[in-house]
């Protein structure tokens, strides 16, 4: 009976702890819904699927801005007056619409109604995030530990927020200083976690639930709004109305825009790279010999086994290798390790990192660039900006510079208008602190999309070029001024381990290796290019120039840095054979993915020139095509310098995002290809012939797509080993033992969250070493030291210098004489006495008892004790 008893309350617990998260979201979202449907009127769903995700991003912006400049405190009350905040901004947002929606009202409440999508698609979006969060957090009730990898990091860096009332928030692992690190993701589970009262011991395991749900719908609001607005264009939403009336499948009403949003949400944040379609045959007992070693994944088929098992099961090795099926090797044939992670892989790993918890927010960017896009300025402002490009084209004429960039300026922010424009900095901004990798390509994409925006055919290409260079530059200085003014508080405390740009010479990626990584979405790419190029082929001058520009001007760079690094080794001959060697070995990964990126950017280019080639939605995920390619296809002559000293990081950060560009071209691609053959369908076998050369490879990918999803449900049921074989909790240090977090209880009642509290010192991935600080949020004098010089670059030396020694001295030297000058110096307010100190810095039942001669014991139980400082008083 208690058994059961336990077990129903566990249960009600995370039943109460999901419920209580979704309502707070509900609420967020809500607040932000009117603004949503204000900035994102030129998308079919008015921006209804990002509205929770930019609820939960003003909300945490807005207490995050309160609490850096003293105005809002970091607790329950003050996220809940952000809340309030956002409800005003909103409504003003609807209430003072003006002109610019271009309908000749003032705004109001009234026209909240008229302004939200159908209610099915209101019913779909709701359905469809309650299913993803709830199944998540199903998943992580069965794995709830943080217990492994960096789990205990993203521990520490919430409760480290969550504690810290004030700004700066502290940084639990290195006492007197703030955190280092981009942590607006923590920040914002911090804040979620305050409105609806959770621990950051809970919130930890439902926010990541929460961010799985938002990453899903966001992936499908991205492709359904790009379906409908690439089926509105061309005529097929009209059409279908009266060549298929058995079969809707274009319209508002239609399928074919939800299967294009449930495919983008199940590419991006379900799918998997190819390599598990490998381990999964190969535990069936498939041999396949030729092809593995083609492949040449690492360690595979080594620590792989013959299971006969659905769900595979050979241990944590055959999910996590998935993750690393890039391999680079040294001149001496020694394995370095290349991490190529995509989103589910980090969702069944359970790490909160920025790189997951940045995700949805990445989507958000994409909407709103999608939704300028696809506005060309808001309707009604659109005549004032065209205009002021008229204006601009004539003072090129004339020769005055100075003028044009006043009417380019007037254009673009006429165009975006004042809320609008705070939007895309607050949003894109965002990044910087959510990610800094994923900054970088997404200001592309603003940068892009303001090039393509109402510039209009004139005839004169250089013109034509000159106004897009200028209003791409216009948007991308803004962006970047703006994010820095707003985000500024962040920057001023931010260090970070780059070190600049270095070459990649000896380590091109084996094309087979990249095709496992990659294959399934560059088959439905091919198919796109196809799509553009039947919509405006480009001319070959431009083809040449692209060709030139991407492939030639990389291998020109090779190979003069390849000769002074060989010369600068004094190794020349030896060292430049490699290099050429090797370049010459595997040629295939620059070649495909520089030739991708050279011919996406000449169908992008001949939409430039000539406008009225291709649909608006095409030429959009050409943009996101593009950029993706490029991302993959730098790190074959680049990286990012940093404490790792590989590319390891480079192409870790730069493919997560391609995963995300690739996933959404992809879908794209196979929803217009397969709505097309359904559509010639309905018509009886009329219309245009399907090109083989893009539905054929459209079609395989999405074949290998859903192959693929066997990942999250076998990685899953294998990492958890069944979801019978324990209690289910959302408590992520349930598995801690009692006596540890009776500790961690004392400590957060008793203690201010200011206090330091001694530990022993932290070591890396050992996950009882720093526990303490990271469950409790109170600051100890040196947790895991690895990871601080990472996020703290060359200041680290100087920042942890002599905390080492103060820790021995306490444990292992404690004298009257010198203890509280250590104590006092380094602000100590407590010293923690357990299992970890004694193995750690051999504390004798002789030592302890010099510790209580000369501090007093504040708290006993079990093997652990609490020493208090003199004139230190609990809370």
């Not at 030729?290 to 099961?313: C, H, M, S």
């Amino acid at each position: 009976m208690a058994v059961a008893r336990e077990g129903k309350r566990r249960v009600r617990d995370i039943v109460v702890a999901f419920l209580g998260w979704y309502a707070v979201t509900q609420v967020v979202s809500v607040a932000a819904l009117p603004m949503a449907l204000r900035h994102f009127n030129a998308l079919p769903d008015r921006g209804y699927a990002f509205a929770r995700v930019l609820g939960i991003l003003l909300v945490s912006l807005l207490l995050w801005l309160g609490t850096s400049y003293g105005l809002l405190r970091n607790t329950s009350g003050g996220a809940w007056l952000a809340t309030l905040l956002v409800v005003v901004l909103s409504l003003l947002a609807l209430l003072f619409r003006g002109e610019a929606d271009g309908d000749g009202r003032r705004g109001g409440l009234g026209l909240l109604s008229g302004l939200l999508p159908s209610w099915t698609y209101i019913f779909g979006v709701e359905l469809l995030f309650f299913l993803a969060f709830g199944a998540w957090t199903w998943v992580r009730s069965h794995d709830p530990a943080i217990s492994h990898t960096e789990q205990p990091m993203d521990l520490m860096f919430i409760n480290g927020i969550w504690s810290s009332a004030t700004y700066p928030p502290r940084d639990p692992w290195l006492a007197g200083y703030a955190i280092s690190y981009y942590y607006f993701g923590y920040w914002m589970i911090s804040t979620l976690a305050h409105l609806s009262g959770q621990l950051p011991e809970i919130a930890y395991n439902v926010g990541q639930a929460c961010w799985f749900g938002l990453l899903v719908t966001a992936s499908f609001g991205v492709g359904y709004n790009l379906y409908r607005l690439g089926s509105k264009e061309d005529g097929r939403e009209k059409d279908s109305e009266v060549a298929t009336d058995r079969l809707n499948v274009e319209g508002a009403g239609g399928v074919f825009p939800f299967l294009a949003g449930l495919l983008t949400a199940v590419a991006v944040a379900l799918s998997s790279n190819l390599h598990v379609i490998l381990e999964w045959l190969y535990a069936q007992g498939v041999r396949m010999g030729g092809l593995i070693q083609l492949v040449d994944v690492y360690n595979f088929p080594e620590r792989a086994e013959v299971t006969r098992k659905w769900y595979i099961d050979s241990g944590w090795t055959w999910w996590w290798r998935a993750s690393r099926v890039i391999e680079d090797i040294d001149l001496n044939g020694n394995h370095i390790e290349i991490i190529d992670e995509f989103p589910i892989f980090s969702y069944v790993l359970s790490d909160n990192h920025p790189h997951l918890l940045a995700m949805p927010f990445v989507l958000l960017v994409v909407a709103i660039a999608l939704n300028w896009f696809s506005a060309d300025g808001p309707a009604g402002g659109a005549t004032k900006a065209h205009q002021d490009e008229d204006a601009g084209e004539e003072q090129i004429r004339t020769g005055s510079f100075f003028a044009d960039l006043s009417a380019q300026v007037s254009s673009v922010y006429s165009a975006l208008g004042t809320g609008g424009l705070l939007l895309v900095i607050a949003a894109a901004g965002a990044l910087l602190f959510l990610n800094t990798w994923d900054f970088p390509p997404y200001w592309l994409l603003l940068v892009l999309v303001a090039m393509l925006t109402g510039v209009r055919r004139s005839g004169d290409s250089v013109v034509v070029l000159r106004r897009a260079l200028t209003r791409g530059a216009i948007v991308g200085v803004t962006v970047v001024l703006g994010a820095l003014v707003l985000y500024m508080p962040y920057f001023l405390t931010a260090q970070s381990q780059a070190g600049g740009i270095l070459p990649n010479l000896l380590h091109p990626t084996r094309l087979p290796q990249f095709l496992v990584m990659f294959g399934h979405f560059l088959l439905a790419g091919a198919g796109l290019v196809v799509l553009g190029w039947r919509e405006g082929r480009p001319r070959v001058e431009v083809l040449v120039t692209a060709a030139i520009l991407v492939l030639g001007l990389p291998l020109v760079f090779l190979v003069t840095t390849g000769l002074l690094s060989a010369n600068a080794a004094g190794e020349a001959d030896g060292l430049l054979a490699s290099i050429i060697q090797r370049r010459l070995g595997e040629p295939w990964t620059f070649l495909l993915m520089g030739g991708l990126t050279a011919a996406t950017l000449s169908l992008l280019w001949q939409r430039l020139d000539g406008p009225g080639d291709g649909t608006k939605a095409t030429t959009f995920v050409l943009c996101l095509f593009a950029i993706g390619s490029l991302l993959t296809y730098l790190p074959e002559f680049v990286y990012l310098r940093d404490n790792f000293g590989t590319r390891m990081n480079t192409v870790f950060k730069f493919y997560y995002q391609s995963w995300l560009l690739f996933g959404i071209a992809a879908a794209y691609a196979i929803a217009c290809y397969l709505g097309r053959a359904v559509r010639r369908i309905g018509e009886g076998g009329g219309g245009a012939a399907l090109p083989v050369l893009g539905f054929a490879p459209s079609v395989l990918s999405l074949l290998l797509i859903v192959a693929s999803l066997v990942y999250p449900v076998a990685g899953a049921y294998a990492k958890i080993k069944g979801f019978g074989t324990r209690e289910p909790t959302l408590d992520g240090l349930a598995y801690v033992g009692e006596e540890e977090l009776a500790v961690i209880d004392w400590i957060r009642r008793n203690t201010r969250p200011e206090s330091v509290i001694l530990e022993a010192k932290g070591a890396s991935y050992r996950v009882n070493t720093g526990r303490v600080s990271a469950a409790t949020g109170r600051a100890t004098l040196l947790g895991w030291d690895g990871h601080e010089a990472q996020w703290r670059g060359r200041a680290y030396g100087e920042m942890a210098k002599g905390r080492d020694e103060a820790i021995r001295e306490v444990y292992q030297f404690p004298r009257p004489s010198t203890l509280e000058e250590t104590l006092d110096r380094w602000r100590i307010d407590y010293v923690l006495v357990g299992p970890e100190e004694r193995a750690q810095y051999g504390v004798t039942p002789v030592l302890e008892y010099r510790l209580g001669q000369i501090l007093e014991l504040a708290y006993e139980q079990g093997s652990y004790r609490i020493y208090r400082a003199k004139g230190v008083t609990d809370r």
